[in-house]
């Protein structure tokens, strides 16, 4: 579980590419401290798995449906990456719930300086518009941020200075693609919601008021 406050940014050294899968080699300092191999890095907000590493890097493997449902098969070398490792028990959450399960790839329509804010307005396919909430959460490669505003098929979010300045979006332009993950908790709603019942748990239960009162409830 990640919290979507980046830790530093590092940058992609090597890419090794098979036929749609890769293994990335990322430079890096900070999210090293304290990591082992086998241990989790968030990449973009895409949840890896460290599988070897030295002073100044890490290695990953990225498998087909992370190349193809997230926009890590898109990286060059060269490319600045937001890093964050996983969430240690005794931390802080200075973000929200963060799973590192990318749901779709947005792109970024528009960026408007506002004072010493930008927005920041990303377009997604109409499907996910229904988990974005005004004023709830949303990871944007791998940052929690909040949503300002949604529409039919794209939502907003305003930047302060210091998050642009930690993260990949200062290199963000008109047309880049941005991992989105939307926040896990109306996802797991809606699930519940739609839930069959099964044939058990349909018929009626056989607790009463009168059963509770006679069991001292």
Excluded at 37 to 45: F, H, K, L, T, Y
Excluded at 183 to 197: P, S, T
Excluded at 207 to 212: K, N, Q, V
Aim: charged letters at 20%; hydrophobic letters at 35%; aromatic letters at 6%.
């Amino acid at each position: 579980m990640f919290t979507g406050i980046i830790e530093e940014t590092g940058t992609v050294q090597n890419i090794k590419k098979n036929h749609v899968s890769a293994v990335l080699t990322i430079q890096c300092s900070k999210v090293l401290e304290n990591t082992a191999i086998g241990d989790s890095i968030a990449v973009n907000g895409v949840c890896l798995t460290v599988t070897s590493m030295g002073s100044n890097y890490f290695t990953a493997d990225v498998m087909a449906e992370t190349a193809n449902r997230s926009s890590l098969g898109k990286l060059t070398g060269g490319s600045t990456v937001n890093l964050e490792r996983a969430m240690a028990a005794n931390g802080r959450f200075g973000g929200h719930i963060v799973s590192g399960h990318i749901d779709s790839v947005g792109y970024i329509t528009d960026i408007v300086q506002d004072e010493n804010a930008v927005w920041y307005t990303i377009t997604i396919d109409k499907k996910l518009t229904r988990y974005i909430v005004e004023k709830g959460s949303v990871t944007l490669d791998g940052i929690s941020l909040t949503v300002a505003s949604v529409d039919e098929d794209s939502f907003k979010v305003s930047t302060i200075p210091h998050t642009r300045l930690v993260t990949n979006l200062k290199g963000k332009q008109t047309g880049d693609m941005i991992n989105v993950e939307c926040d896990m908790l109306g996802k797991y709603v809606e699930k519940l919601l739609q839930f069959n019942n099964t044939e058990d748990e349909k018929h009626e239960s056989k607790i009463t008021m009168d059963f509770l009162r006679e069991n001292g409830f």
